[in-house]
């Protein structure tokens, strides 16, 4: 109930988007951006980088809002635009990949609480102990929060592929995520 | 196994929270929106270049070869397509052109028209040749040699009068009429007739709904004659008129000479009778008394007779529909270059059944690989002209040659009871020229199979640089 509330509240924000409308738009970004920018960090390494994805990928979403049909749940479709935006960049500019243990994932502005930098900081070693494919996999399924299909399609894989990229990841991760929530 | 799915449930929802439970910790840097909303601006009026980049974008690699590939086989078969169509028209062209001299050298037997461009002549049967543009129905053909259309009946005009010069004039005429509607001109003439204070005498009327026939005896005042003749003449085509005047004036001295002679002697006999003493005398001058009182009353209803004959002249009016069979049929003999003489016989004989003709004969002959053929075709006069056009669209034409009809009137419709009996003779062989309908079809056909070969290439590039970019 409460979610079909939600569902139709981001529905007239869609809507009022699509007539041009700003502050509908801010609205959106401030409500996806932190997600948006958690899995571009993750799948670039670099807080720069990713911030700059998210926004090419806002941008593409305001460009194209008019396509997009109210009432689809509008999470999956900015992943999808930013999924898009950060592989097709990796794949132009392959040579210039950060590893993910660099500390850039430190807000430069500085106020950052420690126990928020550790948090990171567990999580990209966790994915650092990953393949890319697997990585991308777990991303968008339990950090992004996106379903099997939205995962497949966001990423241009079958479901199956995807269903077992995850289950080995999860293999792969299973003692460290058994521990974390007994801990 | 449900232990199984169990546990992978489970795992999944450990990883949700792990996830989750570190997902709060990733914040984007801040006033992300105060650094994105100029660019909101920026990015919408950009977009209409980047829609025109991403035509250009989309227009490229394989879509450009096919599309280019189709104008290319699009223009060459437009080219094509006019050469052939320009190529057929010089055809007919020249074609139409060459027609007067052959049609005058194949049936002529007439001197023939110059200085006339149009293609077909028109023969008459006295063998003068005019041209077709010349309306042919204002020369009859058979008509009264006195009598050329507006005639002034000089003779008549002196000698039609009883009163004036003393002349007694019988004035008689026959008047062969051409109508296009019997009853009608039958109504005419009687109304004719009264009007000019005469009447009509004997009136029969036969024939079929097609030809059809009406015989009429006017009399009308003798110095109505003229007017009367006039009057006709206006109702139709003059066939034939013959007038005929008879002077009986001597006749008709010489018949009151004898009445009063006869009335004389009727008088002398009564006075005799008068006096006459004996009963023999009395019975013999009775006898001669009879006699001459009978000559009396027989002079007396001949001067009758030819007052009422001058007084009043006889008009016999025949009127006709146009008659059938008037003139000789269109004929025309065609030589055709055609790419199929089988499959162009069968669509002629198809033809020649649509429009109700006949083959008189039909025959296929090979000769050094080339078939030809040879058609004799009858068909209705009207059809004449439509079937040899058509004919002529079969393939390029080599020789043509028509021989108009030389019939005035519309005759040999497929209403009238003639057969068919225009003459075609067509002639069939098989070309040897480049262009053909056949060649221009294997020209398109290929055409499409390689518009559709390149669409297909297309697709397929197109697919394979998708994949690659997935990949």
Not at chain 1, 35 to 58: K, N, P, W
Not at chain 2, 5 to 18: G, P, R, T, W
Not at chain 2, 313 to 336: K, R
Request: proline share 2%.
């Amino acid at each position: 109930m409460i979610e079909q509330q939600t569902a139709m509240t981001e529905g007239d924000i869609i809507k009022r988007c699509q007539t041009g409308d700003r502050e509908a738009f801010r609205a959106v970004v401030e409500k996806y951006q932190n997600v948006l920018f958690g899995t571009a960090y993750l799948m670039t390494g670099s807080r720069t980088i990713a911030e700059d994805h998210v926004q090419e990928a806002f941008l593409a979403a305001w460009k194209n809002i008019g396509s997009f049909r109210p009432g689809y749940p509008l999470k999956p479709w900015l992943v999808r635009i930013l999924v898009n935006k950060v592989l097709s960049y990796q794949r132009t500019n392959a040579n210039t990949m950060i590893s993910l243990d660099d500390n850039s994932a430190i807000d430069p502005a500085g106020d950052d609480p420690a126990e928020d930098i550790a948090q990171r900081d567990q999580l990209r070693r966790v994915m650092q102990s990953l393949s890319t494919e697997q990585r991308q996999v777990v991303l968008l399924r339990y950090f992004a929060g996106l379903s099997l299909a939205e995962t497949a399609a966001a990423l241009g894989r079958r479901q199956g592929t995807v269903k077992s990229q995850t289950s080995r990841a999860l293999e792969q991760l299973r003692e460290l995520i058994t521990n974390d929530n007994q801990s | 196994m449900k232990d199984e799915k169990n546990n992978s449930d489970n795992m999944e929802n450990k990883a949700q929270k792990f996830f989750q439970k570190r997902a709060a910790s990733f914040k984007v840097g801040k006033g992300f929106w105060s650094k994105l909303e100029p660019r909101l601006n920026e990015k919408q009026s950009a977009s209409s270049a980047k829609r025109k980049e991403s035509f250009w974008q989309w227009l490229a690699g394989p879509r450009l070869i096919a599309i280019s590939s189709t104008l290319g086989v699009l223009v060459i078969l437009a080219t094509a397509g006019s050469l052939w169509l320009t190529r057929n028209n010089n055809i007919n062209h020249s074609n139409t052109a060459g027609i007067i001299d052959r049609g005058a050298i194949a049936k002529g037997g007439g001197e023939t028209y110059g200085g006339y461009s149009t293609a077909t002549t028109v023969t008459l049967t006295n063998g003068m040749i005019i041209p077709q543009t010349t309306p042919a129905v204002t020369i009859t053909q058979t008509s009264a040699p006195f009598f050329n259309g507006d005639i002034t009946f000089a003779p008549v005009t002196t000698t039609n009068s009883t009163d004036t010069t003393g002349k007694q004039v019988i004035s008689q005429a026959s008047v062969a009429l051409e109508v296009s509607d019997v009853s009608t001109a039958v109504n005419q003439v009687e109304t004719l007739a009264q009007n000019l204070g005469g009447s009509v005498d004997n009136m029969s009327s036969s024939g079929s709904q097609n030809q059809q026939q009406a015989n009429l005896t006017i009399r009308v005042p003798a110095n109505q004659f003229l007017a009367a003749l006039n009057q006709l003449q206006t109702m139709g085509t003059v066939e034939s008129q013959n007038i005929n005047t008879q002077d009986v004036t001597q006749q008709y001295i010489d018949l009151q000479a004898q009445l009063t002679s006869a009335q004389l002697e009727e008088q002398s006999l009564q006075a005799i009778l008068a006096k006459a003493t004996t009963v023999s005398d009395e019975i013999a001058i009775q006898d001669q008394l009879t006699q001459v009182i009978s000559q009396v009353e027989s002079l007396q209803g001949q001067i009758n007779y030819m007052q009422n004959q001058v007084a009043m002249s006889t008009i016999t009016v025949n009127l006709t529909t146009p008659t059938q069979n008037v003139g000789q049929a269109p004929s025309g003999s065609l030589t055709v270059e055609v790419g199929n003489v089988d499959n162009t016989v069968t669509s002629v004989k198809q033809l020649v059944a649509s429009v109700n003709g006949i083959i008189n004969s039909s025959s296929v002959s090979f000769d050094n690989g080339k078939e030809s053929a040879s058609l004799a075709i009858e068909v209705y006069r009207d059809n004449f002209d439509q079937v040899m056009t058509t004919l002529g669209k079969k393939g390029k034409i080599d020789q043509k040659t028509i021989q108009e009809s030389t019939g005035t009137q519309t005759t040999g419709t497929q209403q009238s009871n003639t057969p068919p009996d225009a003459m075609i003779y067509l002639s069939l062989i098989q070309s040897t020229g480049f262009w053909t309908a056949a060649h221009v079809t294997i020209i398109i056909a290929a055409a499409v199979i390689l518009v559709v070969l390149i669409i297909i290439v297309a697709a397929a590039g197109r697919a394979g640089l998708l994949r690659k970019k997935k990949a």
